[in-house]
Each structure stands twice: as C-alpha cells, then as structure tokens.
C-alpha cells in the first residue's frame, strides 16, 4: 500500500517480482527496476554442516516445513494430523512451528535413531539457510521474502496463502511461482491430511518433477538483490 500511495512521486521503485509492475500507476519520470528482495545470498557450501546440524541422512529426503517466524498454526495442525495418520515414512521432517505454538506440537519430534518417521520440531530456526540447504521440498506460507528464499535455494515447494493476509496478497505471490512451474498452490480451504499428503507424496516419488521445480524455481530466484539495491542506492547517492 505504501508503494502505490508513493508510486506517483519517487525516481525509482525496487520491484521483489517483475508481475508487481502491472499493479503500479507510476509518475511521469518514475523508473522502475526488477531488483528482487534483498536476501541473504545462499551458499550451497553450507549443505554439509546443516545434515549434521539436523543429524540427517543425506539420502532421505527432507521435508521442510515452515509457516514462517510466528509459525502458522493452521498449518502445523494438517502437519500433526498427517504424521499422527501415518505420514511421514520414507522422509526426514524438519518442522519450524513458530515460538507461538511449538508447545502444541513438540510432542512430535523424533530425531534420527529414532523409529520412523524422523521429525524434528524446532520452535524457530535461525538460520533458516541450513534449513534451505537440506531440503528437497517446502511447505510454506506465501510470504514474499520466504518465496524469495526458497527461489534463492531453489527449493520446490507446496505453498498455502495465508487467507487473511492484508488484500489477500499471499494468493497472488503463490500464483506467480505456481504459474512458473516452481510450486504447488494449495489454498487453506483445501487444506486436509489426506490432501497434504497426497500432494508431498506425488512430488516426492517423482525425482524428474522435483528437479524441473527446482529449475524453476532457480530461474526466479535473485540471490544478487542486495547487491542490486546497493548499486541503485550509489547512482541515486552519486
């Protein structure tokens, strides 16, 4: 909303996705830039120490599932129901449930040397790039800064928007990834185990679609945002 009261007035607007340009009336002499959001960059080098920081058997697949830093209790209630259903065989989990209502779901971790499933319930994770690293699919939130993220990663994903988010703008965030190939929109009202698990499943016995999502999902990502906005801000400066 800040960006459409001031579109009119500023030099130049940083865009996090391209699709937001359509969206802007824009003053006269108004530049506008597809930068990307300003993430930190990641580094693939950090994979080795995160599988030991989560104890993980690097040939399992590893799901992540996130609902961001306050956790998304929608979401951690489907997740709970499916690994209390069965779900989870034949994965590893790492579970971020958010500060707010990891006590609900600690209940559920169960690290490696465990009997399956492995799951692991943190209540924040930080850094979240070890999370990243390790992972071969995401359940997320629409959040624009985590899509930034998991496109950086390039990590394929299941997104479900949050449906009350201001304008509902999680919704057409997901899209725009569901559209390029990187993720699979699941809208909450949609939301079940059975859905859930039907969806991980599908993608996680399917290698070849993981890694095309993965590829698209690369295609998006902009892990040289920040150096983008710091050169903006030197000719804007200069």
Known sequence: MSTRLLARRVREIWLG?????????????????????AIS?????????????????????????TGGSQ???AINRVVAAWL????????????????????????????PFH?????????FLDPMADAYAVAQLAVSRGGMMTLAELCAWGVPSVLIPLPTAAADHQTPNVKVLAD??????????ELTP???????????????????MARAALARGRPDAV????DRIGVLSG
């Open 17 to 37: 996705v391209p699709e937001a340009r359509a969206l802007l009336k824009t003053g006269r002499h108004t530049e506008v830039i597809d930068t990307g959001n």
């Open 41 to 65: 960059p990641p580094d693939p080098a950090r994979r080795g120490t995160a599988l030991q920081r989560f104890g993980l058997d690097p040939w399992t697949p590893v799901l992540l599932v």
């Open 71 to 73: 956790g998304a209790l």
């Open 84 to 111: 209390e259903g069965g779900g989870g065989e034949g994965m590893q989990v790492v579970w971020a449930a958010g500060k707010r209502t990891y006590a609900e779901f600690r209940r559920f971790h169960r690290p």
């Open 115 to 123: 009997r399956p499933p492995h799951v692991q319930v943190f209540d």
């Open 180 to 189: 390029a190939g990187a993720a699979i929109h699941l809208p909450q009202t």
């Open 194 to 212: 059975q859905r859930l698990g039907e969806v991980i499943g599908e993608l996680l016995r399917a290698p070849s679609r993981l890694d095309q």
């Open 227 to 230: 150096a983008a906005i710091l």
